[in-house]
């Protein structure tokens, strides 16, 4: 205890510079009634803290500061670099709107709009309508029709729930009751064709959730952390067509983004705090935001929540506003629609209405602060992924966005019917290929009873049906192998024989580069994709971002290797001191061979423009069934080795080195018996699991 009082101490005195500089930052913040909106919270936000323009200032040559941090206004710079807005309002639409994150970035960036919300959550409405009065309010998006806005839309911005993609929730995917409203996010993009758009959920999903909602968006996901521009934790994907930003502003360690700048006579013990949900996890739950120390009372406090507005980019006291009774309840805040049947219907969420205007308005209660600043995005984070709108020739460059599939969810599904998909071949390099012919179960059934009278309704298990393909005779006669682990291109025919799959495990990506004739296909490395490349003098790979390429031929009936006319312009992509994180370099390579390239590689964007995360291996794909035979073995084993008991624990000792050494031809033995292969990094945490 007296060494976390010291270090409290240490803390509070090395604090004491900080708040200096902050004070400039903060002014009293006095609130009033807006016009056209709720009035403002006045009890409990007089003196709350906001955040100035900070003054430029001169760097002198003995800063030891980058020179893209400076004082830690980022946007500022951006802004400056962009020059001053021309041309039309933006219009802009917001889905799930929450309490207006996406107002509060263009506010920040300066970008005038003309704003629509569509929000169903009342306390989030009173919100918006009382700080920003402007944007006008269209309801639920399940409702909403293409007429509620005259003209074109520039921008649309979403961030569908997440419950069910969460690793927070029951996992019960894209199609479940809450985050299937994705489909009428899908709906409403499809029917205003904006020229950009920007879609938000967690990072936490499975790999096959952000598979298919790519699929339908049409781009790869951008991940990103808050904890880079902000004092908070909150890892996201983020779905745009809006070109990423070139570079990530070096702000993380600097004092602007750290929790004591948001702190109210308080003294911060860590720089950042944990992820922001949507409960004040300082009450009795299994997660907590971490503590501050109060100058005041000297004592061990939790954050509250007008430092966590400051924390999330707002204002201070921007969800302090007075409400109708009717909508200060937080488990009213996204209740679902009930059917006829009684259960939850599709997409319904029913708006919390209020007992009139005659009748006396309350503050907003804590609790639904919290769970609605849990709920919204990183305002600066948004600022950032908007930022290269700022420009004018980026602007100039929107284009209407087409969504060519179907936005019925019955009709949506990541694999569909003679969709080309990679699976692992035995090195666990996704290139072999397959069509797919029939699939069932999973996330295509419709729930199954048991028997009439059961209560427990299961989805029917995942049945995948699908032809292989193997390399033609002309592309596999120097290759020895139909099926070469080391070779992903080239003309590929599928086997008359159908194939079974039964676990997600097996796929890696669907196939969209490619040319098919008949029974024949082309498979070759396609715009924006990244391959591995193998350097046949030295035998060892490396990869490449994709910029071009070109197929010249004209049929697939008489096509032989190196005549194909394929051309690929491609950047070398190296790999950075982080982990799985790789950087496109302008080293420009161009590539007309096929046979070197091997196979294409899943990623995601990082952070910015350049930086990939590369997905490679079945790694977080672990099979559940085999690892729970293992365990049930292993279990059995116990017990017979406790039964058993032992003479000495020299005994012991070694009857457990022999179990271990026998464990890895156990998992194997499972594993065949299973059809799955494993290697020694999963048989390594199957291991870890069980122990």
Known sequence: MDNLVQKIQELKRDAQTLLVQEKRRRSPRHCSATPGGSELLDDGCKNSPVRKKPQAKEKSAASQEPDDVGDGDWLREFKTEAGTWTGKKLVVLSLFDGIGGVWAALKRMEIPFDGYSSEVSAPAVEVVKARFPEVKHL???TKLQRSAIRGGVDLLVGGFPCQDLSCMGKREGLHGQRSRLF??????TKAFQPKWFLVEN??????IDRLEISKYLGVRPLELDSIELTPTRRRRLYWTNIPHPSKLPQVRDHPSTSVQSCLQNAVALEQKTGVVLSTNF???NSCQLELVMDTGTQSLRSINHNELELLMGYPSCHTGVLVNPGANSPSRIFPLMKGKNGKGARGGRKVSQGAGENVEKVPLKAAVRWQLLGNTFSVQVIAYLLSPLLNKPVRDLGQQVQIPWSTAEEECSVMEVDEIWALFNEDERPNWYAIIVRRTGDRFSKPQKADPGARIVKLLPLFVEMQ?????????????????PLRGTGVYEARKAIDTQDSWTYFSHRVTSFIQADNKVLIFPGKDEVWTVYCQKMWSPFFVYVKESTMSLKTLDSVRPNAEGFMAECYLVIKTGEHEIYRITEKVLELKDLSVF????????????NLLKIVLGTGGRK????????????????????EKGSSSNENEEVEEDKESEEFGELAQDVADASEIPLNIAEEQSIELEIL
């Open 139 to 141: 309801g639920d998006v």
């Open 183 to 188: 489909f009428d996010l899908l709906k409403v």
């Open 202 to 207: 967690v990072a936490s999903m499975s790999w």
């Open 282 to 284: 300082s009450k009795g």
């Open 468 to 484: 292989y393909l193997e390399l033609t005779p002309a592309y596999s006669v120097n290759e020895g192998d139909r099926w070469n």
């Open 598 to 609: 091997c196979f294409q590689v899943p990623y995601l964007f990082e952070q910015q423009a």
């Open 623 to 642: 099979n559940k069934k085999v690892q729970a035979k293992v365990r049930k073995i292993m279990k059995e084993r116990k017990t017979k080795l406790e």
